[in-house]
């Protein structure tokens, strides 16, 4: 057992220093490439969630813009047709107004129309009786013989 002993610190001591060698190694490894690698793909998936969330705070703003514009063209058109019924109702009144102004003046006339034709037809009456007895013995003349008189044949 001595002998087995005896190689296994042998083997021990030959295998110093490729621990240290191992070790230096690792310790080589981390400094110079583990660390900086780590550091390098933190760093980008850090940018990489970064432009991730960059980009889904830029769509919900453009979301929220489109909404705001969207709102904002609904209460424009709102606008825009309240307006053009207060015209349509302002214009409606205005030609009820001009109608109702039209229809006035239009009685006006026929009543001053109606009423010129009243006093020419009395006028005319008048004009009338005034000529009947003129108009009816210029009749019977035409009408009796000549040697008759209007008062022979009252009789």
């Known amino acids: 057992m001595d002998v087995i002993l005896h190689q296994l610190g042998d083997l021990i ?26 550091r390098m793909l933190a760093e980008r998936r850090e940018r990489t ?3 991730v969330e960059k980009a889904a705070a830029a769509i919900a703003a453009a ?9 904002r063209l609904r209460a424009a058109r709102a606008e825009i047709y ?20 039209a229809r006035l003046a239009a ?5 001053a129309a109606e009423a010129a034709l009243k006093h020419q037809a009395a006028e005319a009456h008048k004009q009338i009786e005034g000529s009947t007895e003129q108009l009816a ?3 019977l003349q035409a009408i009796l013989p ?8 009252a009789r």
Request: hydrophobic letters at 45%.
């Open 13 to 38: 001591v030959g295998s110093i220093p490729t621990i240290i060698l191992f070790v230096f190694l690792v310790l080589a490894y981390r400094v110079l490439l583990y660390g900086p690698l780590t």
């Open 49 to 51: 969630q970064g432009a």
């Open 63 to 71: 979301d929220a813009k489109t909404q705001e514009y969207e709102a």
């Open 82 to 101: 309240r307006h053009r019924e207060q015209l349509i109702h302002q214009w409606n009144v205005e030609r009820d107004n001009a109608l109702a102004c």
């Open 107 to 111: 009685q006006e006339r026929i009543r």
């Open 137 to 139: 013995s210029q009749i």
């Open 146 to 153: 000549a040697g008759m008189a209007p008062a022979e044949s």
